[in-house]
């Protein structure tokens, strides 16, 4: 194992709240389909070691990164595009998953806190339209859409 996924597995391991909360974002910024794929012979162990934890979190429950970081490993061990995550979880920005050469975005609304982008992924092609909202936090909803 690298010493990246070491780390990873040692912190998801150690049922520290702050480490496993640090590993399940490292995970989630991930785009290392090696390491994540590696990563997921260990799931059955970390799901143990995570099951009951409280990982906090006052305007959002760190857990949904846990619950994120798990699916991410699941998704490369299955060899799942990163973008079938998406619709799943309110935390994926276009434009952060755009710089990271994701997707690219193909058109947006008028900037605003609430505004629509279109996306395709770079990778496998699929296409999306992606809900900005904001209350206390700005959160993103991906809708994949149909081919014609």
Known sequence: ???????????LLSRDTHRVW????????????????????????IQRATADLDLGGALFPNNERL?????????????????????QFLTHDPCKEEGA????????SPPDWNMT???????????YEVEQGEYHLTWWKWGKEESA
């Open 22 to 45: 640090g590993a399940a974002c490292a995970i989630n910024d991930s785009r290392d389909r090696q390491d994540l794929a590696t990563l997921a012979g260990h799931l059955p162990a």
């Open 117 to 127: 982008y279109r996306c395709r992924c770079n990778h496998c092609g699929a296409e």
């Open 101 to 108: 050469g994701d997707v690219t975005v193909v058109s947006t």
């Open 1 to 11: 194992m690298s010493g990246e996924v070491d780390a990873w597995l040692a912190d």
């Open 67 to 87: 619950r994120q970081a798990l699916a991410t490993v699941r998704a490369a061990r299955d060899g799942l595009c990163r973008c079938s995550l998406y619709g």
